[in-house]
């Protein structure tokens, strides 16, 4: 199993990101000639699929119950599975035709986040929407499954929330915490993000320090050949973050994420959480 | 974390989950009723209890959608405890069988339901049912029962089965709730003079009040209501623990054991703090729950509050029920709960199977007791799993007359059961000089098996031979207690291989 090359896993549930997630993948595997794997999940509803309130149990009520609850499930599980299957067969199509030279597809039962974890050791960078198809009508907000998986997944992840364009301006959250110089190793040494211009943005109070911070950090990517802008914000992170994003027309943001202590996020109010509120941008998110 | 839930488990399916719990609630107003004159104590013993253990069950209980309240197994077990005692030494019994299922949840008991076959399983179901309606044969019987009751209980049940085919409203209503308010209302309006609920004892007027049990706190007391406490904990997690199985499948989700352990424990112990009788889950409202598209926490929540308020705003009303109109209801439980597809199974399952079944069943109703049944059952089930694995050992015997010597090679399972056929395959009349045992082909499983080998070598030393035992330590490998390391395939074939 170790043998086996990690690969870009991608989360298509039809929802109106899911071509965008597709066209983002394929990016990335293109990039970093990474295989590309689609994912599409049967998430099994919590609402019944046989109500009867006569309250009555005859003979064999149990069994009967059993076998009437196993063919409606089935019958459901079943569309599912071939919608999903049509989906991801035109994902595959489209990375296909957009230069990916391996890619898979697979599905599997079960909540998106749960599904995750258990890929957890194969996957390399994974591309998910930011709202399913559960809340296709809602205009911002967070889907429940996403907040999950990023809590729970120690891998980067790509939040689309957007119809793809070539991530040519980076813009890399950075203050110097070690999630955020792992975000900075990784946007200098990734394939990715070898033609890219970076602006590494600082949010808060400047004094001498920070700016020694930020010429290290310059210093490190200009050695991987990369084209970087300093910039010091003042202001609420996330909303300063949002507006320069908008300003100076960045394609794409890399950040460190959650702290893994719940606890934490919970009292301190999560940062990664309201950046992902605000962001109309995707989020390239760093355990 | 006993009250962790997630928000799915509440509000997932709000809709089936609200009416479920509805359908529910009115199913176990009969059933609390019912089995708390099994118990001997009045109605409002066992309404107080279905509603603080389905309560309590509905945050802390491990499987979401199943009901637990006052049931029929443990109202059996109860019986002689409120002849001798008295009320308040059930109250007390409750508490300290609260207290023992809590501690069986830390010490992780939930996982040797593992030792309980399907066919005690089913054998635990019939049982169950069959003292469900046993327990309603007094209601019919009795010398002053009339004509009017037999008729009443005939009709109560045709309107249960019958009321669903009835096109749309049929499916709307519950029909154990058509069959009782058209009994009772016949009865009132008639002015039959049969037996009510009221007659049997006080409802409850109020909500239930704290109340600690009014017992000495002496060993004596304990010693009393310990050997109730113990049979009364274990059939109540034995119940919920198969109810649980059984709503795992119907609804193919998973289910935390341990922690239904605990939260039964709370459950009961809650029960008796508030002047409820000791309960667990139950199968037949299970079902019912779930038929009726209950899925969530929030099903069981509403059956036990609604039961409440309903009884406490109700009660004048409800001590009119007929009788007769109950026994309908419980004998529609008894027919629901039991499993007839196991006696259409008779004639294709093997008789060591049907054996076990039978026996779990015969145990019960002979004793009542549904925790010797499975005792029984399991013994049973355990002692045919051991002979049909004994069948597993052959002896290859191998003469070298040159040498003069005699090779037996052993394949297979050496363990109590099999260890005096292991004996008898060896030729001790044999004259040899030299006799090789070769067991790396075999597994001692126990002393019994060691022992066995010991006396084999001892009998042909006796008679003058040479002995030489070969293998014995690859043979041995699976003395050891805790034999389970062997996960790997390359391990599990090098240790259990060519059998």
């Not at chain 1, 792992?182 to 211009?197: H, N, Q, R």
């Not at chain 1, 320090?209 to 490190?220: F, G, N, P, R």
């Not at chain 1, 202001?235 to 394609?251: F, R, V």
Request: aromatic share 8%; hydrophobic share 45%.
């Amino acid at each position: 199993m170790k043998e086996q090359k990690q690969y870009i896993l991608s989360c298509i549930d039809g929802s109106k990101y899911s071509e965008a997630v597709c066209d983002y993948s394929s990016w990335i595997a293109n990039k970093v000639d990474a295989p590309l794997t689609f994912l599409h999940t049967i998430e099994h509803t919590k609402v019944p699929a046989v109500a009867d309130l006569t309250g009555a149990i005859g003979l064999g009520a149990s069994e009967d119950l059993l076998n009437e609850l196993t063919e409606v499930e089935q019958n459901r599980s079943r569309l599912l599975i071939e919608k999903g299957n049509i989906m991801l067969k035109a994902a595959k199509k489209k990375a296909v035709e957009s230069g990916v030279s391996h890619v898979e597809i697979r599905q599997r039962h079960g909540a998106l986040a749960e599904s995750l974890v258990e890929l957890e050791d194969e996957i390399r960078v994974l591309v998910v929407g930011i709202r399913g198809e559960q809340h296709e009508g809602d205009e911002s907000g967070v889907g429940t499954q996403l907040e999950t998986t990023i809590r729970s997944l120690h891998k980067p992840i790509l939040v689309v929330n957007k119809s793809f364009s070539t991530p040519q301006k980076i813009m890399l959250a950075y203050n110097g915490s070690s999630a955020s110089r792992k975000a900075l190793s990784m946007v200098g040494t990734s394939p990715a993000f070898k033609d890219a211009i970076c602006h590494l943005v600082y949010v808060g109070d400047a004094d001498q320090s920070i700016d020694t911070l930020l010429d290290e950090a310059k210093k490190e990517l200009e050695n991987s050949d990369i084209e970087v802008t300093t910039v010091k914000l003042e202001g609420e992170i996330d909303e300063a973050l949002a507006k320069y994003q908008l300003e100076q027309d960045i394609d794409l943001t890399v950040m460190g994420a959650f702290s893994h202590s719940r606890v934490r996020g919970f009292l301190l109010g999560s940062f990664t959480e309201k950046m992902l509120e605000k962001t109309k941008r995707p989020l390239l998110l760093l355990r | 974390m006993l009250l962790k839930s997630t928000k799915a488990d509440w509000v997932g399916n709000l809709r089936g989950d609200i009416l479920a719990g509805l359908v529910v609630a009115l199913a176990l107003i009969p059933e609390a009723i019912a089995f708390s004159i099994i118990a001997g104590v009045d109605p409002k013993v066992g309404l107080y209890a279905s509603f603080c253990i389905a309560v309590i069950i509905a945050f802390i209980g491990g499987r979401p959608g199943m009901i637990s309240a006052a049931t029929g197994a443990m109202a059996l077990l109860m019986v002689t405890l409120v002849k001798n005692h008295g009320l308040e030494y059930l109250l007390a019994a409750t508490l300290l069988t609260g207290v023992l299922q809590i501690i069986a949840g830390y010490l992780k008991l939930g996982s040797l339901m593992s030792f309980v076959s399907r066919s005690v399983v089913t054998g635990f179901v019939n049982a169950l049912a069959i003292l469900i309606f046993m327990a309603q044969l007094p209601e019919l019987t009795g010398a002053s029962v009339t004509w009017h009751v037999y008729a009443m209980t005939a009709v109560g049940l045709g309107i249960i089965y019958l009321f669903p085919y009835i096109p749309v409203i049929g499916k709307m209503i519950p029909s154990p709730l058509v069959c009782i308010l058209s009994c009772t209302a016949f009865a009132m309006i008639v002015g039959l003079d049969i037996r009510t609920v009221g007659d049997m004892g006080e409802l409850p007027d109020t909500l239930p009040i704290f109340l600690w049990p009014d017992v000495p706190m002496t060993f004596e007391t304990l010693s009393i209501i310990f050997p109730y406490s113990a049979a009364l904990a274990v059939v109540g997690l034995l119940e919920s623990l198969m109810t649980a199985t059984i709503v795992d499948d119907l609804t193919d989700t998973p289910s935390d054991k341990n922690r239904e352990c605990k939260g039964q424990g709370i459950a009961n112990i809650g029960a008796g703090l508030l002047g409820g009788m000791a309960g667990c889950a139950m199968i037949g409202q299970s079902v019912i729950n779930v038929k009726s598209g209950g899925r969530g926490r929030l099903s069981t929540l509403i059956a036990g509050s609604v039961l409440l308020i309903l009884v406490v705003f109700l009660n004048d009303w409800v001590a009119q029920i007929p009788m007769a109109a109950l026994v309908a209801v419980m004998i529609m439980v008894s027919i629901g709960t039991f499993d007839w597809r196991s006696i259409r199974n008779l004639k294709d399952h093997p008789l060591s199977t049907n054996i076990v079944m039978i026996s779990t069943v015969v145990v019960v109703v002979y004793t009542h007791n549904l925790a010797y049944g499975v005792f029984v059952g399991v013994l049973l089930a355990a002692l045919f799993f051991a002979n049909k694995v004994s069948h597993f050992m052959y002896f290859e015997k191998l003469l070298d007359e040159d040498s003069s010597t005699r090779t037996y090679k052993v394949h297979g399972q050496v363990f109590f059961n099999s260890s005096s056929k292991f004996i008898e395959q060896f030729n001790f009349k044999e004259a040899v000089s030299k006799v090789i045992i070769d067991l790396s082909r075999a597994h001692f499983w126990d002393i019994s098996a060691v022992y066995a080998l010991d006396m084999a070598v001892v009998k042909f030393r006796r008679e003058g031979a040479e002995v030489q035992v070969i293998g014995l330590n690859e043979a041995s490998e699976t003395i050891v207690d805790r034999f389970g390391v062997h996960d790997k395939p390359e391990e599990l074939e090098r240790v259990l291989g060519g059998h």
